[in-house]
């Protein structure tokens, strides 16, 4: 199984990026808001317990969030492996992450980490969000995110180097350049 979690601040690439790695290694892709909103939409007893966090204003429990990621996994017969998109956040998910792979005879593959530098996630994101409308994408709300972004994910770096499953990736320039520094990490690590 190739098992990727892939990492960047909102505006590096992680949706291109995944786009195409999907299409070259045919893995699924498992995208912890799009997985949420499907489990809600659907009623399933998961997605009304998520429901009930949601409408409190609460973050769901990591317990609950890898239940619905765990049944999410298990719906993919046949598969080659998963992109993780968004998940883990903290140290506490990335090792529930680990235990709920190990149960099923699997790891974490690789970790990318897509990085590029502040100014130009900044440039990006709100082009993004002219061309888009997404009103997410204005420089306050922007900037509250790359700092939530830095606080959670350093720590998830050093777990990931530790784990021996980190490759860096310099998310800056020629789109295929990037997609080969990915294909390269991956190949790397399978």
């Known amino acids: 199984m190739l098992n990727i979690v892939i990492f960047g601040a909102p505006g ?20 912890t808001g799009d997985v949420l909103r499907a489990e809600i939409k659907a009623e399933t007893e998961l997605g009304k317990t998520a429901k009930g966090f949601i409408d409190q204003g609460q973050l769901i429990p990591d317990s609950l ?29 990335a090792d529930a992450l680990k235990a709920m792979l190990n149960e099923r005879g699997q790891d974490v593959t690789v970790m990318l980490e897509l990085d590029v530098p502040e100014d130009e996630l900044m440039t990006r994101l709100i082009k993004r969000g002219i061309e888009s409308g997404r009103t997410d994408d204005n420089e306050e709300t922007i900037k509250k995110r790359l700092k ?43």
Request: glycine residues 10%.
């Open 12 to 31: 590096s690439g992680k949706g291109t990026q995944s786009e195409r790695i999907l299409e070259k290694y045919g893995v699924n892709h498992i995208s």
């Open 65 to 93: 969030m890898i239940d619905i990621l765990a049944a999410k996994l298990d719906s993919f017969v046949g598969s080659k492996g998963v992109i993780f998109d968004g998940f883990p956040r903290t140290i506490a998910q």
């Open 148 to 190: 939530v972004y830095h606080e959670q994910t350093s720590p998830l770096k050093e777990w990931y180097k530790n784990d021996g499953k980190h490759c860096y990736i310099n998310g800056l320039g020629d789109l295929d350049r990037i997609f080969a520094d990915i294909v390269a990490a991956i190949e790397s690590k399978k």
